[in-house]
């Protein structure tokens, strides 16, 4: 158990790669290998799993998160009969209770 005198190591995103790339080719199991390393093994497939992940070339991690479906709609583009801006109501849910409303007409 930890004393409280000691230090977590904290490791960047390339530092990660490394360690995760040497467990994969140890003769040793995952386990063992992050006994020997000082590092969970929650950690270790915690990480395994987050770098396994194609790139999002530099974007956050929330949007990382956003779902892979999601489309532009250019609302100013809409057009009613006659060519007359369209009317449209839009609600979005975007959780724990928060809705967005948008109403334009």
Known sequence: MASGTERVARRSRAQWQSLI????????????????????????????????RPAADGLSASAERQAPDATFLDLGALRGAGGDPARWDIELALGDGVVLRLRRG
Do not use: D, P, Q, T
């Open 21 to 52: 790339e040497r467990g994969e080719r140890s003769r040793l199991g995952i386990a063992a290998f992050c006994r020997a390393e000082g590092v969970s093994a929650a950690s270790f497939y915690s990480w395994r799993k987050r770098l396994s």
